[in-house]
């Protein structure tokens, strides 16, 4: 079931006018900083705001369009929703707060908590089934939430920061596994987030949202190469590259290895590098950077006190400079230049992507 919304509402000081665009089986992240409109957007999506103008179809049903004077309530939208503090029933045993779902729509009681039953041990989570939120931890409760926005087969899945509340042990895993849940065929899911390694970790393409208008969208490696306002280039800019460790080196998806901390447990994963992190030199350097790649200049885009260079080669990276800095390097477009990089400098995230 796929998704199009052109979403205008008036909330306060936000004007928010964004077209939103998701495909049967796909997963799109919405980025964007404090205050752009991604909450309100979730909320129109879900029909918890009713759009001041455009349309909302969910598959073929238009479910709000002022203008046909069409309003479709929430309960009665192929929607699920996972907020990011779950929002579970705090009287409710996990298995129950499944099972709600199905209750509300009408579903028996003994079927609805064998579906709910079957869920929990899919999430994992089997054994814990008599417990109350109270005693999960946050892992465990974003999985009950997830599991309770599933059982209905939803059209549509919207999660609103889905991991931001997770310690960062508890991120790596959830992450790895969100995906191979998210991966529905039939269905269409928005994620809303700050982070960039959770876009690249969970979605297919990427809407960056700023001030109440989409600015970009694509896959997140090309929006990063291709920032068009400060917040992409100075909050998305991170270099994300995929591939599967083995001993300590990253294997890159095009054959390049990146050499990454040695404590890193093999497997398929991918590296985030900040551009900052990467430092560029006219002849091969020496020194303790165990990753030195001779490079091409493809591209240089300044942005106020920073500058930012594309570069081709065994791994295609952005660094970023200083106006002081390029200049020293005196680089031009199609130049030769050498790229360096060290493993402690390197991000790597576990990853199970389809």
Do not use: C
Request: glycine letters at 10%; zero cysteines.
């Amino acid at each position: 079931m796929s998704l199009r919304a052109d979403v205008g509402v008036r909330l306060g000081e936000l004007e928010l006018r964004a077209e939103v665009q998701v495909r049967a089986g796909e997963v799109v992240a919405v980025l964007g900083p404090n205050g752009a409109g991604k909450t309100t957007l979730l909320r129109a999506l879900a029909g918890l705001l009713a759009l001041d103008e455009g349309r909302i179809e969910i598959g073929d049903v238009v479910v709000d369009d002022p203008d046909a004077d069409v309003f479709v309530e929430p309960e009665h939208r192929s929607v699920g929703v996972v907020f990011q503090d779950y929002l579970l029933f705090s009287n409710l045993t996990a298995l129950e707060n499944v099972a709600f779902g199905l209750r509300a729509r009408g579903r028996p009681r003994a079927e609805a908590r064998a579906e709910a039953a079957s869920w929990l041990d899919r999430m994992g989570l089997g054994p814990l089934a008599r417990r109350r939120p109270r005693e999960l931890s946050g892992g465990q409760a974003q999985r009950v939430a997830l599991a309770r926005a599933l059982t209905t087969e939803p059209g549509l899945l919207l999660l609103d920061e889905p991991l931001a509340a997770l310690d960062a042990g508890t991120r790596v895993e959830v992450r790895r596994d969100l995906r191979r849940w998210l991966a529905r065929p039939g269905a269409a899911t928005v994620v809303i987030t700050h982070d960039p390694v959770d876009a690249y970790a969970l979605a297919d393409r990427v809407v960056v949202l700023e001030e109440g208008r989409v600015t970009q969208q694509g896959p997140l490696t090309e929006v990063t190469a291709h920032p068009r306002s400060r917040y992409v280039a100075e909050l998305v800019g991170t270099n994300l590259v995929a591939g599967t460790v083995v001993g300590g080196v990253l294997r890159a998806d095009g054959g390049a290895d990146l050499v990454v901390p040695g404590d890193t447990p093999d497997g398929p994963a991918f590296a985030a590098v900040r551009p900052s992190a990467i430092a560029l030199h006219r002849r091969r350097p020496e020194g303790s950077a165990r990753n030195v790649w001779d490079m091409t200049v493809l591209d240089i885009d300044r942005h106020g006190e920073r500058v930012r260079v594309r570069l081709r080669g065994p791994v295609d990276l952005v660094a970023e400079l200083t106006p002081a800095g390029l200049e020293a390097l005196d680089l031009h477009h199609d130049e030769q230049v050498w790229a360096s990089l060290k493993a402690s400098e390197v991000a790597v995230v576990p990853a199970d992507r389809p």
